[in-house]
C-alpha cells in the first residue's frame, strides 16, 4: 500500500528564513498532491494542490514541488514568519475516488 | 467563517455508552469525510459519503457507522464506547466537482472514553 514519509523531526528556523519541508512517497506516482496546515487541536487547512504533469505551483509565499521521478514533493515557505509555526500535512490523491491519503506531518517552528 | 461545523469539540464518555458526533455543513458539497487522528499521527478515512442515502467504510476499520439522510448532515455514532475509541474525529467535505479541490475540514471532536 502507499506510504507517505514526512520528517518526523520538527523544523526549527528564523524569522525572514525560507522553510522548506518534505514529502516522500512509495509506489506509484499519486495523480494530485496537497499540502495542508494544522494547528493544534485543529482540523487541518487546505493550501495549495499540484498535479502530476505539474513541476510547480505558487501560491503567495508557499512554493511546491513535484517530481515524480523521485517520488518528492517539496514545501517552501519563504520569508518565514512566527505565524507560520504550526505542523505541515502531505496528502496523496490517488485515483479517480480522490479520496486522501495523509503522511503524519512535520512541526515547522519560526523563531522571532 | 466556518462552513464546517462539529458538535460537540470535546466529550468525555463513560466505557459502554452510545454517542453520536455531529458533523454539518452549509457548503452543499456531495462529498463528505471521517477521518479519525491519534496525537502526532496522521489522519485515517474511516467513513465517507458521495451523497445522500451514500455511505463507504474507509481505510482504516472503525466500529462506527454513520448515516446520510441530507446533504448537509454527516454524523457519526459509536453504539458502545470504549477506551480504543479515544481519539481525534475530523469531518471533512469536498466540491463534487470533476477537477479535485482541497479538503475543508471541520475543527474536530476530540473524544475521551473512560
Same mark, same amino acid.
Not at chain 1, 73 to 96: G, K, R, V
Not at chain 2, 14 to 35: A, F, R, V
Given at each position: 500500500?502507499?506510504?507517505?514519509?514526512?520528517?518526523?523531526?520538527?523544523?526549527?528556523?528564523?524569522?525572514?528564513?525560507?522553510?522548506?519541508?518534505?514529502?516522500?512517497? +512509495?509506489?506509484?506516482? /499519486? %495523480?494530485?498532491?496537497?499540502? !495542508?496546515?494544522?494547528?493544534?487541536?485543529?482540523?487541518?487547512?487546505?493550501? #495549495?494542490?499540484?498535479?502530476?504533469?505539474?513541476?510547480?505551483?505558487?501560491?503567495?509565499?508557499?512554493?511546491?514541488?513535484?517530481?515524480?521521478?523521485?517520488?518528492?514533493?517539496?514545501?517552501?515557505? +519563504?520569508?518565514?514568519? /512566527? %505565524?507560520?509555526?504550526?505542523? !505541515?500535512?502531505?496528502?496523496?490523491?490517488?485515483?479517480?475516488?480522490?479520496? #486522501?491519503?495523509?503522511?503524519?506531518?512535520?512541526?515547522?517552528?519560526?523563531?522571532? | 467563517?466556518?462552513?464546517?461545523?462539529?458538535?460537540?469539540?470535546?466529550?468525555?464518555?463513560?466505557?459502554?455508552?452510545?454517542?453520536?458526533?455531529?458533523?454539518?455543513?452549509?457548503?452543499?458539497?456531495?462529498?463528505?469525510?471521517?477521518?479519525?487522528?491519534?496525537?502526532?499521527?496522521?489522519?485515517?478515512?474511516?467513513?465517507?459519503?458521495?451523497?445522500?442515502?451514500?455511505?463507504?467504510?474507509?481505510?482504516?476499520?472503525?466500529?462506527?457507522?454513520?448515516?446520510?439522510?441530507?446533504?448537509?448532515?454527516?454524523?457519526?455514532?459509536?453504539?458502545?464506547?470504549?477506551?480504543?475509541?479515544?481519539?481525534?474525529?475530523?469531518?471533512?467535505?469536498?466540491?463534487?466537482?470533476?477537477?479535485?479541490?482541497?479538503?475543508?475540514?471541520?475543527?474536530?471532536?476530540?473524544?475521551?472514553?473512560?
Amino acid at each position: 500500500s502507499q506510504k507517505i514519509e514526512q520528517n518526523s523531526e520538527a523544523l526549527n528556523i528564523q524569522e525572514g528564513k525560507t522553510a522548506t519541508l518534505t514529502c516522500n512517497y +512509495t509506489n506509484y506516482s /499519486p %495523480a494530485y498532491l496537497q499540502w !495542508y496546515r494544522q494547528d493544534p487541536g485543529r482540523g487541518p487547512v487546505f493550501l #495549495l494542490l499540484i498535479r502530476e504533469n505539474e513541476k510547480e505551483k505558487r501560491k503567495e509565499r508557499l512554493k511546491v514541488t513535484f517530481d515524480t521521478t523521485l517520488k518528492q514533493s517539496l514545501f517552501h515557505i +519563504t520569508a518565514s514568519q /512566527p %505565524a507560520d509555526s504550526a505542523t !505541515y500535512l502531505c496528502a496523496l490523491m490517488m485515483d479517480s475516488s480522490y479520496k #486522501l491519503i495523509f503522511g503524519s506531518g512535520t512541526r515547522l517552528l519560526v523563531r522571532p | 467563517e466556518a462552513d464546517i461545523y462539529q458538535t460537540p469539540r470535546y466529550l468525555v464518555i463513560g466505557t459502554g455508552k452510545k454517542i453520536t458526533l455531529e458533523c454539518s455543513q452549509t457548503m452543499g458539497h456531495d462529498k463528505m469525510y471521517w477521518y479519525q487522528q491519534d496525537p502526532g499521527m496522521e489522519l485515517h478515512l474511516i467513513h465517507y459519503s458521495y451523497g445522500v442515502n451514500s455511505t463507504e467504510k474507509g481505510d482504516l476499520s472503525s466500529e462506527s457507522t454513520v448515516s446520510r439522510i441530507r446533504t448537509e448532515h454527516f454524523p457519526l455514532t459509536l453504539e458502545s464506547a470504549r477506551p480504543s475509541h479515544t481519539s481525534q474525529y475530523l469531518c471533512a467535505t469536498r466540491q463534487g466537482k470533476q477537477e479535485p479541490t482541497g479538503y475543508t475540514f471541520g475543527s474536530g471532536t476530540r473524544l475521551t472514553v473512560v
